[in-house]
């Protein structure tokens, strides 16, 4: 699923937003204990991240995939950009990598992408349980220009709509998933802007 | 102290060198652990087996692998040097840092003029400036002839010795990005605007040494007879406290809405037009398109 990019925040009951924070796309598969990574351009994103290897160990059930971001967390706990093209570069391990899930694609061994998207998301709340490395984002229905008037404080520069009874689709997302781009408070001490989305990343 | 004289051409200024850094790092004594005395160096032979007086050792310059030349004082000072008790002023060039090895810094003086030289000093010290000229030269300190550029520095002059070219390593064999990486123009146009956001003039006085500052803090509660506090250790970071963050972020945010709309109805007491106003503030109710 990519989302549809759209000129700027809205309100809309039909969405839960969420903060697009500035970190990289990645699906999580985890089964019998392993995790592994799906991260655009990197062939080994487990061997990058290996202090996620226990995000299973937070899962309810066995056999499951999620949507998600990866970020790694500066020493202040804020998302940083620089620490994450580092770490997918290959130069060293600096910062700390979390994980925010934001979608649930398979559970218990079965595809849930057919079940609309609150169903998805509160199944997703049933069995990751939040622990320091990894949980379930922040959701906020109805409220998107709330939510990013309090991300563009945060220095973040991107808010993500998902429809709440849309499916899970392959390819372009229409309607059921939009990004909408939130101008930063100023000053900004560090650009958080989602660099990484838009840079080359392992090519 | 130094004191010699700048030169260039007929012109002899009269100066004295002073060191315009200082090392502020904490110096450590080495003590023998079970009676805290000061350990002594001695210069030991292995060949005599025995400890020898520093004035039974000579200068000794090895030529091939263990042969060696023995070099008196008397013959280091016939050693012809020009620049003794000399600035001697090479050429001038434009002060930018492309234009010498600048970069290559060993240490910076500051020059105060004699009071006989002190108008040529000003006078050069202005026309450097003036010109945006750095001064080329060679100065004996420590028994060394140095490479060294003058410049102005408010107002002084500041003299930096630098490092010759032979001791500055070739940069050719790292292994540096080349010829064959393409950039697209808007990875470059992204990086310029990453950079422009970075941009900001550097005042030194913004910069500290953190951990001086820490070590003479544990240094001076031992000599107080206190028990030294140890460094806090920071907690890992975690995913909840951004998302603890965001919450926060959110209520305020709710917070400062909710007084904006009360600040609103109180004016709407006294301004008819005020429901239009409120009517534009309004957040949009439907998705717009990119």
Same mark, same amino acid.
Not at chain 2, 80 to 83: A, N, R, W
Not at chain 2, 95 to 105: C, I, L, P
């Given at each position: 699923m990519q989302p549809t990019e759209v000129a700027g925040p809205f309100d809309d009951q039909d969405y839960l937003f969420e903060a697009w924070w500035p970190g990289t796309r990645a699906i999580a598969s985890c089964e019998r204990g392993v995790l592994r990574l799906q991260v655009a351009g990197l062939a080994d994103a487990e061997a990058a991240f290996p202090e996620l290897a226990t995000l299973p160990s937070q899962l309810a059930e066995d056999a499951t995939m999620l949507d998600g971001t990866l970020l790694i967390l500066d020493a202040d706990g804020r998302p940083d950009a620089d620490l994450l093209r580092q770490r997918l570069a290959g130069l060293g391990r600096p910062g700390r990598p979390a994980y925010v899930a934001s979608?649930?694609?398979?559970a218990g061994g079965q595809s849930v992408r057919l079940n609309a998207f609150h169903v998805r998301r509160a199944w997703l709340e049933t069995i990751l349980e939040p622990g320091d490395r990894a949980t379930v984002g922040r959701g906020y229905r109805g409220d998107g220009t709330l939510l990013a008037e309090a991300l563009a404080s945060l220095g973040v520069d991107g808010l993500s709509a998902r429809q709440l009874g849309a499916r899970y689709r392959s390819g372009p997302a229409g309607d059921a998933w939009l990004r909408a781009p939130i101008t930063p408070a100023e000053p900004r001490s560090r650009p958080t802007l989602a660099l990484i989305l838009r840079l080359p990343l392992g090519d | 102290m130094w004191r010699g004289a700048i030169q260039f051409g007929l012109v002899t200024i009269p100066v004295k060198l002073y060191l315009a850094t200082e090392s502020t790092s904490i110096g450590f004594n080495m003590l023998h652990?079970?009676?805290?005395n000061r350990i002594q160096m001695k210069i030991y032979c292995p060949h005599h087996d025995a400890v020898v007086p520093r004035s039974d050792t000579v200068r000794g310059y090895e030529w091939s692998k263990g042969r060696y030349v023995v070099m008196t004082d008397a013959e280091m000072d016939a050693v012809?040097?020009?620049?003794v008790r000399a600035i001697e002023i090479e050429m001038f060039v434009d @002060?930018?840092?492309?234009?010498?090895?600048? /970069?290559?810094?060993k240490q910076a003086y500051y020059l105060e003029p004699d009071p006989m030289g002190a108008k040529a000093f000003e006078l050069l010290r202005q026309v450097l400036a003036d010109q945006g000229k750095t001064a080329i030269c060679k100065i004996v300190l420590k028994d060394r002839e140095q490479l060294a550029a003058l410049n102005p520095f408010d107002t002084t002059m500041l003299l930096t010795t630098l490092h010759w070219p032979d001791e500055v390593r070739s940069h050719t064999e790292l292994n540096l990005p080349t010829a064959g990486i393409t950039v697209k123009p808007a990875e470059r146009a992204m990086a310029e605007q990453l950079i422009a956001s970075m941009t900001g003039e550097f005042s030194p006085a913004d910069y500290r040494d953190d951990y001086r500052a820490a070590l003479m803090s544990v240094i001076e509660a031992k000599v107080g007879g206190e028990e030294p506090v140890p @460094? /806090?250790?920071?907690?890992p970071t975690k995913i909840g406290d951004l998302m603890a963050a965001l919450e926060a972020s959110v209520a305020a945010a709710r917070e400062a809405r909710r007084s904006a709309a009360a600040e609103s109805a109180g004016d709407a007491a006294v301004t008819p037009s005020s429901d239009t106003a409120d009517a534009d503030q309004r957040p949009a109710r439907r998705r717009r398109s990119a």
């Open positions: 979608d649930l694609l398979w | 652990a079970d009676c805290l012809p040097l020009k620049t @002060a930018k840092r492309e234009a010498h090895e600048a /970069q290559f810094v @460094a /806090q250790r920071v907690e």
